[in-house]
C-alpha cells in the first residue's frame, strides 16, 4: 500500500467514482496490491520471516510503501 500522507492517485479516482455511482461516506480510499507466496518452510515462523526479508529487500520499496502479511496457511 502506499504510505499513509502520501499521494495515491487511483485511490483519489476510485473514491470519486464511488461518490458519482451513489455511494455515501466514502473516504480515504487507498489502492495497494495483492501477492500470493507459495514457499517451503518448517514452521509458520519461518515463512513470515521470509516472507518479511523478501518484503524488505525486494517486493516492497520501503520510503513509499508499507505491507502486511495477511494470512500463512500450511499446504495441503
Known amino acids: ?5 502520501l499521494l495515491d492517485p487511483q485511490g483519489h479516482a476510485v473514491e470519486h467514482a464511488l461518490t458519482a455511482l451513489g455511494f455515501r461516506g466514502v473516504a480515504d480510499v487507498r489502492v495497494g496490491r495483492t ?3 507459495r514457499l517451503e518452510a518448517d514452521t509458520e515462523q519461518q515463512v513470515r520471516e521470509r516472507l518479511r526479508e523478501m518484503c524488505d529487500r525486494l517486493v516492497a520499496n520501503p520510503v513509499t510503501e508499507d505491507y502486511t502479511i495477511d494470512a500463512v496457511e500450511p499446504a495441503p
Not at 500500500?1 to 500522507?5: F, K
Request: hydrophobic content about 40%; overall charge neutral; aromatic content about 0%.
Open 1 to 5: 500500500m502506499p504510505r499513509s500522507g
Open 35 to 37: 501477492l500470493e507466496i
